[in-house]
């Protein structure tokens, strides 16, 4: 049923239809939007949810949201009656009357409407819209600074208090985009059903699912060796310092996978003695490929050694001291005898660890980032493109997270019913040679 309602959910995305709101045209992607009759329109709009206060180059430039240029307008929603909207020298002749203002806040509603992702919308609050012009201006606790150029062509609004500290209590979200003419802007007809979901599809990055696919194979092939291995050494230590080791290699079971990240970017960040090791080797390993397959590794080991610890202590010890009276060796008792009796459970931890790793989001983004082809799996696509306003990309990869998610435990489920299957009838076979 779940299924069936994302694949819904994801044909009726509006994304990929053109939006008739009164005499109000808004395109597929959510980038441009005109009115009928009106002589101007918006382009290159976009809408952030969030925004960032990380330094750049060792200086604060408060709390801020990214511009697509220069010359173009950011709306900064304060709170749910306020917003101020900055509109450059260059473009205040199209807002200079009521009419004019009028038009241009219903474009905004209307295509805010489409891209707030779920999020509060302009329609849905009753706001009063200020215009300014100046770069910088105070508002209440907060001073809004405008069009600042932090990086060479990149431009931003910027939130500060009197502290000169983060506050993105100053703003709910914030938009921007370029005001023109419009007989310059042409809205196409989106495709329809079927044609719309092939548009879809054609037009989806696959890169986060092969960047998934390549890390979790990739760390699984150490979690299933040293989950093995860990498990196998954890039987034949002191029962005194047994529990302890458990808990240390069990913990980042339980520990959110932000703390994991935050402690791997503590351990191995560049201002640690590991992290400038690496940088004396020329290896850099924060916020790259292998970064992201550490953090699989980091979350996917407890259930790889979990599973592996059960399913060795749930052997008859009696066997393996019955093979040393042979003359085995614990490497061949290991391979020979615990290991085929061993591997049905061992199968599903490994599956299950591999799922994990696949499904791993808050170790990655902290020690990996995001950087799509490199870093950025399925989890981190879903969290971006939501922030991002592509609601119906999110849902893709949504959809596709469940999915494997059914099959992992669908092939689980049938490997055990198998095994039990098998299980059952060589019991059967023995309890007959008995009687007879």
Known sequence: MTLCLL?????????????????????????????????????????????????????????????????????????????????????????????????????LKAIDAKASNGGQMLSSMSLAFEYTSQRAIVRGDYRYEFAQEIEDGYFYTCIFNEQNRDVSQGALFCETGLITSASDVVIEKEPQGLDALWAFLTSIDFRPFWVSLRTSAVAMLFVFVLGLLAAWFSQRINNRFKDVLDSILTIPLVLPPTVCGFLLLVAFGNSTPLGQWLISHNIALIFSWPAAVIAAIVVAFPLMYRTARG?????????????????????????????????????????????RAMGEFGATLFVAGNYPGVTQTMPIAIYFEWMGGHSDVATFWVFVVILFSFVVILFVNWYAARTQRYRKISADKNDEVAKR
């Open 311 to 355: 399913a060795f202590e749930g052997l008859d010890p009696s066997l393996s001291d019955a093979a040393r009276t042979l003359g085995w060796s614990e490497m061949r008792i290991f391979f020979k005898l615990t290991m085929p009796l061993a591997w049905p459970s061992i199968a599903a931890g490994t599956v299950l660890a591999f799922a």
């Open 7 to 107: 694949f819904i959910s994801l044909l009726s995305v509006p994304a990929y239809a053109d939006d008739q709101i009164g005499d109000v045209e808004v395109s597929g992607e959510a980038s441009r939007v005109r009115i009928e009759g009106s002589d101007i329109a918006i382009t290159d709009f976009s809408r952030m949810n969030k925004g960032t206060s990380r330094e750049y180059q060792n200086k604060y430039f408060g709390y801020r949201y990214p511009m697509v240029g220069e010359n173009a307008f950011s709306v900064v929603v304060i709170n749910e009656k306020q917003a101020l909207v900055y509109v450059p020298q260059s473009m205040s002749s199209n807002l200079q009357s009521v009419d004019q203002k009028a038009t241009f806040e219903a474009m």
